[in-house]
């Protein structure tokens, strides 16, 4: 069974930063491509940042040149860094993975971590 840990959230100031980790047991994190998503109180969640199963990387527009996702293939983990926060960037954070099992996709979630921005 695949389960996913985020870390690393809290309340931060405008224009602050923070590093989120996605940890898993079940898989092998490194061989797969990760997804970093968030959702605030009464909106849909969103996708803000992706890594491949490489070094390819993709964020929203909302957090290009401000966020960045990395992997550290030693500790099978994957980071988002989150540079100059706005209070919009407010959320619960997921880390997301999909595998194919037989033909199907499996999608599964962390629990999420919160990260409050204050003004």
């Known amino acids: 069974q695949v389960q996913l840990v985020e870390s690393g959230g809290g309340l931060v100031q405008i224009g602050g930063s923070l590093r989120l980790s996605c940890a898993a047991s079940?898989?092998?994190?490194?061989?797969?491509?990760v997804n970093w998503h968030r959702q605030a109180p009464g909106n849909e969640r969103e996708l803000v940042a992706s890594?491949?199963?490489?070094?390819?990387?993709s964020f929203s527009d909302s957090v290009q040149g401000r966020f960045t996702i990395s992997r550290d293939n030693v500790k099978k983990m994957v980071y988002l860094h989150m540079n100059n926060l706005k209070v919009e960037d407010t959320a619960v954070y997921y880390c997301?993975?999909?595998?194919?099992?037989?033909?199907?996709?499996?999608?599964?979630w962390g629990r999420g971590t919160q990260v409050t921005v204050s003004s």
């Open positions: 997301h993975v999909q595998q194919w099992v037989g033909s199907s996709i499996v999608d599964s």
């Open positions: 079940g898989i092998d994190l490194n061989t797969y491509a």
């Open positions: 890594i491949s199963s490489g070094t390819s990387t």
